[in-house]
């Protein structure tokens, strides 16, 4: 079982920045992704923004220009850079890993816990 651990989060003014990062305990797929979602209180899960394991990326167009996802396939890890930040990513943020088993076509599919980002002055 893969496991995802997220950490970075916490209290940031508005224009702040905070690195968001999640480490996987083991990479199984040669074919995946990993990115982060967002869910604050009322809202759906949204997608913020994910990277394969070629380094192909999507963005929410919320966050375009001032969040920067990457990774590091070493690490199994995956960082979520956030800029210019704006109370309204406040949120709980959520570690997704996808991988691709090639030999029935599937996607297993895995979720950290969460760490919260409060953006507020």
């Known amino acids: 079982q893969l496991q995802l651990v997220e950490s970075g989060g916490g209290l940031v003014q508005p224009g702040g920045s905070l690195r968001l990062s999640c480490a996987a305990s083991?990479?199984?797929?040669?074919?995946?992704?990993m990115g982060w979602y967002r869910q604050a209180p009322g809202n759906e899960r949204d997608l913020v923004a994910i990277?394969?394991?070629?380094?192909?990326?999507n963005y929410a167009d919320s966050v375009k220009g001032r969040f920067t996802i990457s990774r590091d396939n070493a690490k199994n890890t995956v960082y979520l850079q956030m800029n210019s930040l704006k109370p309204e990513d406040t949120a709980v943020y959520i570690c997704?890993?996808?991988?691709?088993?090639?030999?029935?076509?599937?996607?297993?599919?895995?979720w950290g816990q969460g760490t919260q980002v409060t953006v507020s002055s």
């Open positions: 083991r990479s199984s797929f040669s074919i995946n992704t």
């Open positions: 990277i394969s394991n070629g380094g192909n990326t």
């Open positions: 997704n890993y996808r991988g691709y088993r090639g030999y029935d076509n599937t996607w297993d599919n895995y």
